[in-house]
Every structure is written in C-alpha cells, then in structure tokens.
C-alpha cells in the first residue's frame, strides 16, 4: 500500500520548535518533489515548504527564516524542522508528492498525491 506516515506533531508555546517527519512506505521518494502543506482550522491546505530530488528547497513567506526542510533517502523519509513558532502555525501538517513537478512550488494541492492523514501542530500559550 502507497502512503505517507506524518509524526511530530504536538502542543507547543509561541518561540518552541518542533520536526515533523514524512516517512513514504510502498514506494521510493528519492526521485520525488514532496511538500509538507498545512490546513489551520477552518481554512484550505496551503503550501508550507517543498523539497526537490536534489533537495533544493522552496518555502512559503510565512515559513522562510523559521522552517527547514530536508530528506533521507536513504530512511525514505522528509523532515520539516520548524522554529520559533507562531500561533498562526497551528493547523494539520500533511505530505504529499509532486508526480509531475507541476505543482507543489505553485501550492496547487489538487496535484499533489498521496496525500498522508497529518499530525496536528498548536502552538499557543
């Protein structure tokens, strides 16, 4: 079975950090664009961060200067490192892969695939 495993997730205050990890089971990533998106309550999935297969990185405003992205092909996994976080990066965290290149850089979620069932971030006081 093709799908994504999302981890990490968890209740932190304003300025914590949390990793977030996408691990792929039932297929290979490693030639893959994978992008983490997030859906805050109430609001559509939006783009948060993409990886190349060369692991060149793409990272939503909201997340440049706070977010890392990287991968382990070798784990078959993708990581977002995420500091100093803010209320407003509460949400669901999901993966999913680029099958075309196409679509993660644009945040356009209905080309992305293999979409995982997503770990819940809060970061509140």
């Known amino acids: 079975q093709l799908q994504f495993v999302e981890s990490g997730g968890g209740s932190v205050q304003p300025g914590g950090s949390l990793t977030l990890s996408c691990a792929a089971s039932g297929f290979t990533l490693d030639r893959y664009i994978v992008g983490w998106f997030r859906q805050a309550p109430g609001k559509g999935r939006e783009v948060v961060s993409c990886?190349?297969?060369?692991?060149?990185?793409y990272f939503a405003d909201s997340a440049k200067g706070r977010f890392t992205i990287s991968r382990d092909n070798a784990m078959n996994t993708v990581f977002l490192q995420m500091n100093s976080l803010k209320p407003e990066d509460t949400g669901v965290y999901s993966c999913?892969?680029?099958?075309?290149?196409?679509?993660?850089?644009?945040?356009?979620?209905?080309?992305?695939?293999?979409w995982g069932k997503g770990t819940l971030v809060i970061v509140s006081s």
């Open positions: 990886i190349s297969s060369s692991s060149a990185s």
């Open positions: 999913a892969i680029d099958p075309y290149g196409s679509s993660c850089y644009l945040g356009a979620v209905d080309g992305m695939d293999y």
